[in-house]
């Protein structure tokens, strides 16, 4: 199995660190421990320096000081005095002290910044040679001819495998949509080797746009207002230098505003736009000549409703607008959307199978949680479905709604205001525009919603004014949509209880035949497997029929998500050595779901009552119950109880570091799902993609 990989560049600005973020992604969901190093870096304190994108990100917990070798600069004076045997030798031993803790090693090469190009050209072969590292090349195709483009990958090839390295792909980065195939037809023609892998990514300009951000660090702007809004991107920028009459009508969508200080109806107008809805939004503004409004002013500035990030700087207006004309776009750490969109090129145009397969000779059984967690993601890709989400107005579900319709992983409705909601989106700063949004009431959908439910509950006693007072809350509208087959499942729970979340679901959509109850379970994703934890949030203490349904629902759920079901129904006592009412319910629901199973799971293998240490550790099953084949191999875990199951799942997300995915509910006809109210964004990406795979499955 290879153990390492040199991803370099034929020049600057080749979108090499967003092609790291992919192969990162690719390495976790294969191997267990990647780390990154970069043998030279720019600066220590670049804060756009790779490493810091990589290590946040995938949360990689290893101090900076050890994932580099040597400043650029340092390692140009090293050369200069004919030192170069001692860099070499420092950035392998470096690089030999990461390799100690971790199974691959992924490095970038250099940022081609410096004024001698083949100084870089050569210090990159040569490290990757004395690495023992195969190479992948990333070529920049940004606005160059096809023959250019190959022309640089000849040269740079020639400059690698003169130096003895040995280059299994390339990456031809920021094309042309419309000639990456005559590039690849060329390349492979006249500069690669038919073995060699090459693929060509098409240029994405919402990748080179800064953030407000990024450009008050590079003018050394005063942040006057806005703070929590410097992550806006900056489509373009205008200079309001005339009569807002004319100024207002050159306002286009992520504008940054140049003006200076003491334009104050510039400002003023400037923020009635953000306002408005008839006008585009802007990204910021930049008061340049050191003037700041007067107090007057800020009162009227802070009143607004809206805002956007309001800058200071001393240049005047000209000067500050070609130092933002020269500004190139970084990828940040908190830059949240860029990193999500630049994943989700890789993964579309980069064959992930088959470069895995070059750069990972011997394929792993380990699943860790980030190859969990990118497999939801793919399956969902895989067949998208329609989830509604009737959290609409949370902000929480807005950023993970842009993060999952980035992803292009499943269609979304948003219910809730639509006027709010609308509004929330413009002041995070997202592009939410496919999403579906509805305002109950005013569907065209409410009074068939509310007479469906007057139909299925008047025997209740509910009347048609109750029911229609019932479907104007969100959760039971939602709830609808997907019985109706207006949606093909609901996630909620951000903001309300489980109760709110499960109770529609019961009233309308009910339980699959053979189902009594609603259950749930949780993915507990442990450091190199993951298992299903059940039920762990729904029944306080099912009796022995309901655990028995629990077991054979968390083996099909099991199933859904690639997990291979081997139950344990747990107990305090293995086998038959305790006694009691606790030990007897347990083994009483082994028996019928021993039973069940032979009708509609032929094969599941159960045993039980276990305990935990015997149903997973093959060295404890030996001694407890050695002549079980299912003791030790145990994947699908059954606790007797809610309160033993909530506290065991919670003791092994907390001591273990575990990555908790749930609760997944189960039993019902079709997938509604429960957040937690403390829920993170990432949670609800999980969650979301979790529904869609239940929604495929069902259908299947």
Same mark, same amino acid.
């Not at 267990?32 to 970069?38: P, T």
């Not at 190479?135 to 130096?163: F, G, M, P, R």
């Not at 679901?505 to 993951?530: H, N, Y």
């Given at each position: 199995?290879?153990?390492?990989?040199?991803?370099?560049?034929?020049?600057?600005?080749?979108?090499?660190?967003?092609?790291?973020?992919?192969?990162?992604?690719?390495?976790?969901?294969?191997?267990?421990?990647?780390?990154?190093?970069?043998?030279?870096?720019?600066?220590?304190?670049?804060?756009?320096?790779?490493?810091?994108?990589?290590?946040?990100?995938?949360?990689?917990?290893?101090?900076?000081?050890?994932?580099?070798?040597?400043? +650029?600069?340092?390692?140009?004076?090293?050369?200069?005095? =004919?030192?170069?045997?001692?860099?070499?030798?420092?950035?392998?031993?470096?690089?030999?002290?990461?390799?100690?803790?971790?199974?691959?090693?992924?490095?970038?090469?250099?940022?081609?910044?410096?004024?001698?190009?083949?100084?870089?050209?050569?210090? $990159?072969?040569?490290?990757?040679?004395?690495?023992?590292?195969?190479?992948?090349?990333?070529?920049?195709?940004?606005?160059?001819?096809?023959?250019?483009?190959?022309?640089?990958?000849?040269?740079?090839?020639?400059?690698?495998?003169?130096?003895?390295?040995?280059?299994?792909?390339?990456?031809?980065?920021?094309?042309?949509?419309?000639?990456?195939?005559?590039?690849?037809?060329?390349?492979?023609?006249?500069?690669?080797?038919?073995?060699?892998?090459?693929?060509?990514?098409?240029?994405?300009?919402?990748?080179?746009?800064?953030?407000?951000?990024?450009?008050?660090?590079?003018?050394?702007?005063?942040?006057?207002?806005?703070?929590?809004?410097?992550?806006?991107?900056?489509?373009?920028?205008?200079?309001?230098?005339?009569?807002?009459?004319?100024?207002?009508?050159?306002?286009?969508?992520?504008?940054?505003?140049?003006?200076?200080?003491?334009?104050?109806?510039?400002?003023?107008?400037?923020?009635?736009?953000?306002?408005?809805?008839?006008?585009?939004?802007?990204?910021?503004?930049?008061?340049?000549?050191?003037?700041?409004?007067?107090?007057?002013?800020?009162?009227?500035?802070?009143?607004?409703?809206?805002?956007?990030?309001?800058?200071?700087?001393?240049?005047?207006?000209?000067?500050?607008?070609?130092?933002?004309?020269?500004?190139?776009?970084?990828?940040?750490?908190?830059?949240?959307?860029?990193?999500?969109?630049?994943?989700?090129?890789?993964?579309?145009?980069?064959?992930?199978?088959?470069?895995?397969?070059?750069?990972?000779?011997?394929?792993?059984?380990?699943?860790?949680?980030?190859?969990?967690?990118?497999?939801?993601?793919?399956?969902?890709?895989?067949?998208?479905?329609?989830?509604?989400?009737?959290?609409?107005?949370?902000?929480?579900?807005?950023?993970?709604?842009?993060?999952?319709?980035?992803?292009?992983?499943?269609?979304?409705?948003?219910?809730?205001?639509?006027?709010?909601?609308?509004?929330?989106?413009?002041?995070?700063?997202?592009?939410?525009?496919?999403? =579906?949004?509805?305002?109950?009431?005013?569907?065209?959908?409410?009074?068939?919603?509310? *007479?469906?439910?007057?139909?299925?509950?008047?025997?209740?006693?509910?009347?048609?004014?109750?029911?229609?007072?019932?479907?104007?809350?969100?959760?039971?509208?939602?709830?609808? &949509?997907?019985?109706?087959?207006?949606?093909?499942?609901?996630?909620?729970?951000?903001?309300?209880?489980?109760?709110?979340?499960? *109770?529609?679901?019961?009233?309308?959509?009910?339980?699959?035949?053979?189902?009594?109850?609603?259950?749930?379970?949780?993915?507990?994703?442990?450091?190199?497997?993951?298992?299903?934890?059940?039920?762990?949030?729904?029944?306080?203490?099912?009796?022995?029929?309901?655990?028995?349904? +629990?077991?054979?629902?968390?083996?099909?759920?099991?199933?859904?998500?690639?997990?291979?079901?081997?139950?344990? &129904?747990?107990?305090?006592?293995?086998?038959?050595?305790?006694?009691?009412?606790?030990?007897?319910?347990?083994?009483?629901?082994?028996?019928?779901?021993?039973?069940?199973?032979?009708?509609?799971?032929?094969?599941?293998?159960?045993?039980?009552?276990?305990?935990?240490?015997?149903?997973?550790?093959?060295?404890?099953?030996?001694?407890?119950?050695?002549?079980?084949?299912?003791?030790?191999?145990?994947?699908?875990?059954?606790?007797?109880?809610? $309160?033993?199951?909530?506290?065991?799942?919670?003791?092994?997300? *907390?001591?273990?570091?575990?990555?908790?995915?749930?609760?997944?509910?189960?039993?019902?006809?079709?997938?509604?799902?429960?957040?937690? *109210?403390?829920?993170?964004?990432?949670?609800?990406?999980?969650?979301?993609?979790?529904?869609?795979?239940?929604?495929?499955?069902?259908?299947?």
């Amino acid at each position: 199995m290879a153990n390492n990989l040199y991803v370099t560049s034929t020049e600057a600005r080749s979108g090499k660190s967003a092609i790291s973020l992919g192969i990162m992604e690719m390495l976790l969901r294969k191997i267990c421990s990647v780390a990154f190093f970069r043998p030279l870096i720019t600066a220590i304190d670049d804060r756009h320096d790779a490493i810091k994108l990589i290590s946040s990100h995938f949360n990689l917990q290893i101090p900076f000081h050890q994932m580099y070798g040597f400043t +650029i600069n340092d390692a140009r004076d090293l050369v200069s005095h =004919n030192r170069e045997p001692e860099l070499i030798e420092g950035i392998i031993k470096k690089y030999n002290k990461l390799k100690e803790n971790h199974d691959f090693i992924l490095c970038e090469g250099t940022d081609f910044e410096s004024s001698t190009v083949a100084f870089e050209l050569d210090i $990159n072969a040569e490290i990757s040679k004395n690495l023992s590292c195969p190479v992948l090349l990333v070529a920049n195709a940004y606005q160059k001819t096809a023959d250019a483009i190959v022309q640089s990958v000849e040269l740079s090839h020639e400059s690698l495998i003169e130096k003895g390295c040995h280059v299994i792909a390339t990456i031809v980065n920021r094309t042309d949509p419309k000639d990456q195939q005559t590039i690849i037809t060329l390349l492979k023609k006249r500069a690669l080797t038919d073995k060699q892998l090459v693929y060509a990514i098409p240029n994405d300009e919402s990748l080179a746009r800064p953030t407000v951000g990024e450009i008050a660090e590079i003018l050394d702007a005063e942040v006057l207002y806005g703070e929590k809004q410097l992550n806006r991107h900056v489509y373009n920028f205008t200079i309001a230098a005339m009569h807002l009459q004319h100024f207002l009508t050159r306002i286009e969508y992520g504008s940054l505003i140049i003006t200076p200080g003491d334009r104050v109806d510039v400002i003023v107008a400037c923020l009635a736009a953000v306002s408005s809805t008839s006008i585009k939004n802007i990204s910021g503004i930049v008061l340049t000549g050191g003037l700041k409004p007067k107090k007057p002013i800020w009162e009227l500035i802070k009143g607004f409703p809206t805002m956007v990030p309001i800058l200071s700087v001393k240049e005047d207006t000209f000067p500050t607008a070609s130092n933002v004309n020269r500004i190139h776009a970084a990828i940040s750490p908190d830059d949240c959307r860029k990193i999500t969109r630049a994943l989700a090129i890789f993964e579309k145009h980069i064959d992930e199978n088959q470069l895995g397969e070059e750069v990972i000779t011997a394929s792993t059984t380990i699943i860790t949680p980030k190859m969990f967690e990118y497999e939801l993601v793919q399956k969902a890709r895989a067949n998208k479905q329609h989830i509604v989400l009737p959290e609409g107005e949370e902000e929480r579900i807005l950023n993970a709604t842009e993060t999952l319709l980035r992803r292009e992983a499943v269609d979304i409705t948003l219910l809730g205001n639509e006027e709010l909601i609308h509004e929330k989106i413009a002041q995070l700063g997202l592009q939410i525009k496919t999403a =579906n949004v509805i305002e109950p009431l005013k569907s065209e959908f409410f009074d068939e919603y509310a *007479r469906t439910y007057y139909d299925l509950r008047k025997s209740k006693g509910i009347t048609e004014q109750n029911a229609s007072d019932v479907m104007s809350e969100e959760t039971y509208f939602a709830t609808m &949509m997907v019985y109706k087959g207006d949606a093909d499942g609901m996630v909620s729970g951000s903001v309300h209880s489980t109760a709110s979340t499960i *109770r529609p679901a019961l009233e309308i959509i009910k339980t699959r035949p053979g189902f009594s109850i609603v259950s749930s379970v949780f993915l507990m994703c442990l450091k190199d497997r993951v298992l299903v934890y059940g039920d762990c949030a729904v029944n306080p203490d099912p009796n022995a029929n309901q655990l028995a349904e +629990i077991a054979l629902s968390s083996a099909h759920t099991a199933i859904t998500f690639g997990i291979n079901p081997v139950v344990a &129904m747990l107990s305090y006592s293995t086998g038959e050595s305790g006694k009691g009412a606790d030990v007897d319910k347990v083994r009483e629901a082994t028996r019928i779901a021993r039973e069940m199973a032979q009708e509609s799971f032929p094969g599941l293998k159960i045993e039980g009552p276990i305990q935990y240490d015997a149903a997973v550790d093959p060295a404890v099953a030996r001694t407890k119950l050695p002549e079980s084949d299912i003791a030790g191999k145990a994947t699908v875990l059954i606790f007797p109880d809610l $309160n033993t199951g909530n506290n065991t799942y919670k003791a092994v997300q *907390r001591s273990a570091g575990a990555v908790a995915i749930g609760p997944v509910l189960q039993g019902l006809k079709h997938p509604v799902n429960d957040l937690s *109210r403390g829920c993170t964004i990432a949670d609800i990406v999980n969650t979301v993609a979790i529904t869609a795979i239940q929604a495929q499955s069902e259908k299947e």
